[in-house]
């Protein structure tokens, strides 16, 4: 069982970045691979990002490629996704997600076990 908390989020114009922190419980975080989904009001949840479980691979969906990245720190038990180049098409409540020791990085929110609360994520124009 795991827990997670992200935290981060918030108001930023276009352009701006911001960093959201999820922050996991438990002694076997660095076994599980962790991923980033966004919902904006309206539409489904989507993919965002995600980072395998020894933190030597991650996958990323087109349209946030070469602007945000994700990152890990397993002695703090932690994920991070730096988002840079803000668009108002990023707003959304981001979730943080893991998975137990996959095989393959996963991209389907229906893989992952475990979901945070999620942190809104407003850009304005």
């Known amino acids: 069982q795991v827990q997670l908390v992200e935290s981060g989020g918030g108001l930023v114009q276009a352009g701006g970045s911001l960093r959201l922190s999820c922050a996991a419980s438990?002694?076997?975080?660095?076994?599980?691979?962790m991923g980033w989904f966004r919902q904006a009001p309206g539409k489904e949840r989507e993919f965002v990002a995600a980072?395998?479980?020894?933190?030597?691979?991650?996958k990323y969906a087109d349209y946030v490629k070469g602007r945000f990245t994700i990152s890990r720190d397993n002695a703090k038990n932690t994920v991070y996704l730096q988002m840079s180049s803000l668009e108002p098409e990023d707003t959304a409540v981001y979730y943080c997600?893991?998975?137990?020791?996959?095989?393959?990085?996963?991209?389907?929110?229906?893989?992952?076990?475990?979901w945070g609360q999620g942190t809104q994520v407003t850009v304005s124009s």
């Open positions: 438990g002694r076997t975080f660095s076994s599980y691979a």
């Open positions: 980072i395998f479980w020894s933190g030597g691979s991650t």
């Open positions: 997600a893991a998975r137990q020791r996959p095989l393959r990085i996963p991209t389907m929110s229906r893989d992952y076990d475990y």
